[in-house]
């Protein structure tokens, strides 16, 4: 749950930050090119993505190497490189997420905050924002339940060294720690059936908001 919190939070801020980039860009081919890398991206992991950070960023790895990332404390095989990890995947679905929503602002809208003496950070904060609210919240939402669903990446990085639900399922299916376990698993994956009911009650009510405001 930390982590897919943490994640999902940095994340959504960076992803927003992007998009926002991109949308007021007058590059075409920029906006083409960082929506099929977003696509690409977002849809980029399990153990190829585990082996390609560990050949760039593991304890042997070229950036590592490199830039002695060793001797700064850097460690892959953490907390902090699974989240670096994480956010590889994520932010470029934040990207994909938001970008709708941000297209969806309408100009006239600007326009009638500059006509009446406001300024850029008043337009975000009284219409810009609140507007986007529930896109960016359904946005969080959606990318907590991804990183929380995630197993492949973190089984092949970094085992049982970081006690995630989906490892500890896994552990205990196989019996790597205990044998008799099952019960336990079944009751981590039923936890986890409540928080991904969770998860989706909280989106799908944002999005069909987002929609009708943005429509």
Do not use: C
């Not at 760039?56 to 989240?83: K, R």
């Not at 896994?170 to 981590?188: H, I, K, R, T, Y």
């Amino acid at each position: 749950v930390q982590l897919s919190a943490l994640t999902a939070l940095i994340a959504t801020v960076l992803g927003v930050l992007i998009a926002q980039a991109v949308v007021t860009s007058r590059s075409q081919a920029q906006r083409n090119a960082v929506l099929t890398a977003s696509g690409v991206l977002a849809n980029f992991g399990g153990v190829p993505l585990a082996f390609a950070f560990i050949a760039t960023l593991g304890i042997s790895g070229v950036v590592t190497q490199l830039a002695d990332l060793s001797g700064l404390g850097w460690n892959l095989y953490s907390f902090t490189g699974l989240t670096v990890v994480y956010l590889y995947f994520l932010i470029p679905l934040m990207v994909l997420v938001i970008l709708p929503a941000l297209d969806g602002l309408r100009p006239q809208w600007r326009e009638a905050a500059q006509n009446a003496g406001a300024g850029s950070r008043q337009y975000w904060r009284h219409v810009g924002i609140p507007v986007l609210a529930p896109s960016l919240l359904g946005g969080f939402v959606l990318l907590f339940g991804s990183a929380f669903a995630a197993h492949a990446t973190a089984a092949a990085l970094v085992g049982g060294s970081v006690p995630l639900v989906t490892l500890k399922i896994a552990d205990a299916l196989s019996g790597n720690v205990l044998v008799g376990q099952e019960n336990v698993a079944l009751a981590l994956g039923l936890d986890m059936i409540l928080i991904a009911g969770a998860v989706m009650a909280v989106y799908l009510p944002l999005q069909r908001r987002s929609a009708r405001w943005l429509r």
